[in-house]
């Protein structure tokens, strides 16, 4: 079997985030593989323990995608107050007589974004919308090569590492099979609050989850993180804002001082966008009919990668051009408007004097208390029951192909990905019963003995 065909059996998705099914990005050639071991948000412990603990797995996995996607160049980017996870994989590069360089960044956010890395690594900027492999490079993240690793020793995903931090008397490191409750997870790190909230994912791009809706999640091949906050935390409020609020606000409030565009990481390698002309515009938003205006006017929103720097660091009125730029994609696609790319954006000069320190990003958002956990030790959770989405990635869902009724093992293919498009396969991450099939999860329950 190649690397190919082992990555897709996996049912392997990028674990960084974003959920890419990974053997469509290994399809490519490419002069540059660049590791992403930034952790881009800060209170995300999952890919450190990670390189702390398998960095050896890591650096071979890595060599083998490098060899087959026939880079030239191949860096491992992390930032250089990892000091032991740089020791560590730096011990690994020797130990398996790997080429891989390590790069060293600052610690700022949103350094693990993939394409202010490739600008950062390479010096080309992305074009506008467009993917790395339009600038000959391939991003992958240390929590995928594991996973690659694991699949060229036959085992496909299953399995998933994940802190939990936050308003917590343990914060911990879980192991837990894809598809475990995430209030068991929480459990684990016991809450100090009776009532309270989550994020999952980052403070900045991680999505708000509040009262019951907790109740209905899993974890999925994605989930790195759950963060645990007070109800009325600056980051609860934030999200509890509704879009006409926002776009209240925006028409009376904005000063038009820039900072949101100042800051903007796309706008600083280059791409057009500039969410204080998007915010300057909102007042008319409602009566433009014309399509060509109002994507003069509004198509730079296209460009916007949800960063969050713009309403959660810049705006000095707590405005949220994030929010307006999204509510505006909507309208663009609503309309059948696609902008016009810039296929060759070069990197402002200003570039480096204006990435946002993490320690001071912590501080703006009201999580310093919560920024100095390291996780040490991973707590193994073997739950009795697991509840897997079908689709955990970008793209089309698989087809399910297991029934109701069916006895399965741990590591059993029960969705196979579509082979004519974007696809990946899921697999039964604790051997049980299948109890529920719906249109979106498939439940198994381990059998009592
Ligand atoms: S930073 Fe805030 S106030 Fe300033 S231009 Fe942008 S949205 Fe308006
Ligand atoms: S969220 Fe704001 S700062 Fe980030 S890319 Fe979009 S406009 Fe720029």
Redesign the pocket.
Known sequence: MNLIEAVKNAGIVGAGGAGFPTHVKLSAKAQVFIINAAECEPLIETDKYLMRTFPNEIVKAAEIIAEHIGAERKVLALKSKYQREIEALQQAIIETDSSFQLVKMKSFY?AGDEQTLVQLVTGRSVPERGLPLDVGSVVSNVGTMLNVYQALQGSPVTDKYLSVVGEVANPIMLYVPVGTSLQDCIDQACPLLEEYDIVVGGPMMGKVYRGDAIQSLTVTKTTGNIIVLPKNHYLVKCAELSLSSIIAQTRSACIQCKM??D?????LIG?K?R?NM?MRNMYRERLIASNDEYETIFGE?A?????????M??CPMSLS??KV?IFIKTQLAARGIKPERNKNPEASADLQYRRIPTERLVARLDLMKYYHFHAEECITLRPAQVSLLIKQHIGAPGIPCVSVGDKVQKGDLIVRAKDDSLSASVHASIEGKVTLIDGERIVIDKEKE
């Open positions: 949103p949101c565009t800051m903007c990481p796309r706008f791409h966008i969410p998007v929103a460009n916007c990668c949800d960063c969050g720097i713009c309403e660091f810049a051009p994030r730029n």
